[in-house]
């Protein structure tokens, strides 16, 4: 095989693992209009998915599914806040930009209209 054809044949391979793998982390986004912020996710095989931020003390607000895999919960706005999932029971984070530490060695996801 030659140098052109290994370098070339090893560029596709790890084009289609980024594909493959890209594809099985959850998509998570959170868009602000007005005086709320709408948090949308997808979680394909939960049952039940609540969000929770420091905005308002980390109160659980159930999640909604809409088409597919895709769950969306509205809350009221803030200009920071810290946040999670609880997906079927368990503590999960997104993958998401920014992270702090919390008070019980964990992290949360850290969300700043600012950022």
Known sequence: MT??????????LLFVCLLFFSGCAPKHSIRVAGDSITVYCEYPE????????????FQLHEAAQAKGDSWVVTVPKAKEFTYFYMVDGVVTLPECRY??????GGKNCFFSEEL
């Open 46 to 57: 939960a049952k039940k998915v609540v969000f929770a931020s420091s905005a308002d003390r």
């Open 99 to 104: 992270t702090v530490m919390d008070d019980f």
């Open 3 to 12: 140098t052109w054809l290994r370098a070339n044949w090893i560029a596709g």
